[in-house]
């Protein structure tokens, strides 16, 4: 069964750096695309970010590149979100997201298959 969970959210000033961590347990990230969404209050989920497993081909979201770098650790089985020179508007509830891929592929909540919990991130002004 394949598990996520999401770490490090928090609260934290405008500028300020923050890194969240998606251990996934089993399933291999070779095999995956694997993604961070965000939702904020009265808004729709939204792909931040993506990586492919199989070749390290990321995508960014335009809101934040730039400023977030994903990244992942095949001996850890974890993919991370390192997210520096915040904004308000980067508050949201994160979510960690898989789906098997030998590819990237899209960036798109509807075509995950596997969720985590999520982790808030605020982001005062």
């Known amino acids: 069964e394949v598990q996520l969970v999401e770490s490090g959210g928090g609260l934290v000033q405008a500028g300020k750096s923050l890194r969240l961590s998606c251990a996934a347990s089993?399933?291999?990230?070779?095999?995956?695309?694997i993604g961070w969404f965000r939702q904020a209050p009265g808004k729709e989920r939204e792909g931040v970010s993506c990586?492919?497993?199989?070749?390290?081909?990321?995508y960014y979201a335009d809101s934040v590149k730039g400023r977030f770098t994903i990244s992942s650790d095949d001996a850890k089985n974890t993919v991370y979100l390192q997210m520096d020179s915040l904004k308000p508007e980067d508050t949201a509830v994160y979510y960690c997201?898989?789906?098997?891929?030998?590819?990237?592929?899209?960036?798109?909540?509807?075509?995950?298959?596997?969720w985590g919990e999520g982790t808030l991130v605020t982001v005062s002004s």
């Open positions: 997201a898989v789906r098997p891929s030998l590819g990237l592929g899209l960036c798109e909540a509807y075509t995950m298959h596997h």
């Open positions: 089993g399933m291999m990230l070779d095999d995956y695309a």
């Open positions: 990586i492919s497993g199989s070749d390290g081909r990321t």
